[in-house]
């Protein structure tokens, strides 16, 4: 397969109105987007990542695009690990990693850093508070890291930020009711 594809892992604790909007962006350029959820090892999570996929799952089947995908087998705590099934199920070479602007600073001292950045290039998604700062492009340029900021605007919402101030509207519409009935995210403020 010679068309790019993007590899979008995500904890999704829980997935945003923000996962949605990069989800159906990322599906105008690419022929293909494999989604993942997975256990960040620099976080930790509200729900385990049998709901989290579900959450996802659903939002995916909602979208209703032939071009986007969940595919859980590549998940992994290990970026590097993700990639590698990646490449190997949709034998590819042409892989986006998507990544969002909060977390491009800390690739450096990712698990296998060298590998990643020669099996892949970066795809950074700006969120509101997290310019890529000079050092930061510095960085990346001497560590010659293939990437490129992309120009999808994306609401300001996260997954831990809808958490501590609990707010339905920033759910995609198709997770409302799950959340709901399953008594998900339980602890956080419901308004």
């Known amino acids: 397969m010679g068309t790019r594809i993007a590899l979008f892992g995500t904890s999704a604790d829980p997935p945003t109105i923000g996962h949605e909007k990069i989800l159906k962006e990322l599906c105008k350029v690419y022929a293909l987007t494999i989604c993942y959820v997975s256990n960040n ?9 049998s709901i989290r996929s579900h959450l996802l799952k659903t939002l995916i089947e909602d979208l209703d695009n032939p071009k986007l995908l969940l595919n859980q087998s ?3 705590q290990w970026a590097v690990e993700s990639i590698k099934k990646c490449k190997k199920i949709y034998e ?13 600073k800390d690739i450096f001292y990712w698990k296998n850093f060298d590998k990643i950045t020669d ?40 997954s831990s930020k809808l958490r501590s101030n609990f ?15 399953n008594n998900l995210y ?4 419901i308004s």
């Open 74 to 76: 590549v998940s992994s």
């Open 186 to 189: 339980k602890s956080t403020k």
């Open 41 to 49: 090892p620099s976080k930790k999570h509200k729900e385990d990542i």
């Open 167 to 181: 707010n339905y509207s920033n759910l995609p519409t198709s997770l409302i009711e799950i959340v709901k009935k």
């Open 92 to 104: 590819s070479n042409n892989l986006d990693f998507v990544i969002g602007s909060d977390l491009i």
């Open 119 to 158: 099996e892949v290039s970066f795809l950074v998604i700006l969120r509101e508070g997290y310019p890529v700062e000079s050092n930061t492009l510095k960085m990346l340029e001497t560590y010659k890291v293939k990437f490129k900021i992309s120009n999808i605007k994306i609401p300001n919402i996260s």
